[in-house]
């Protein structure tokens, strides 16, 4: 199994950036894929990007193509997502999500292990 720690979150004023970080405990995070989602309040999960074991690829949604970007760091244990260009409608919170299956998923039930969430609120 594999815990998972998000930070990074906060207020932003739309048009600023933000990074968030997923810690990983517990297992080899090298053989994760990782991914990050959202939930806004109301609605529900959704994908934003996923990165492969070896962060050979990516996946965004079309909705943050260009302006977030999902990096790790596997000796650090740590998954990254950059995000630029903030909007309010990107107001939510965000998940990191862990599964040993290869490729990538861009669905949550791709996924077996979950963070607590970190919350995102940019302002207009």
């Known amino acids: 199994q594999v815990q998972l720690v998000e930070s990074g979150g906060g207020l932003v004023q739309a048009g600023g950036s933000l990074r968030l970080s997923c810690a990983a405990s517990?297992?080899?995070?090298?053989?994760?894929?990782m991914g990050w989602f959202l939930q806004a309040p109301g609605k529900e999960r959704e994908f934003v990007a996923a990165?492969?074991?070896?962060?050979?690829?990516?996946l965004y949604s079309d909705s943050v193509k260009g302006r977030f970007t999902i990096s790790r760091d596997n000796a650090k244990n740590t998954v990254y997502l950059q995000m630029s260009s903030l909007k309010p409608e990107d107001t939510a919170v965000y998940y990191c999500?862990?599964?040993?299956?290869?490729?990538?998923?861009?669905?949550?039930?791709?996924?077996?292990?979950w963070g607590q969430g970190t919350q995102v609120t940019v302002s207009s």
């Open positions: 990165i492969s074991r070896a962060a050979i690829t990516t």
């Open positions: 517990g297992s080899t995070f090298s053989n994760y894929r």
């Open positions: 999500a862990a599964d040993s299956t290869r490729g990538l998923d861009n669905r949550p039930a791709g996924y077996d292990y």
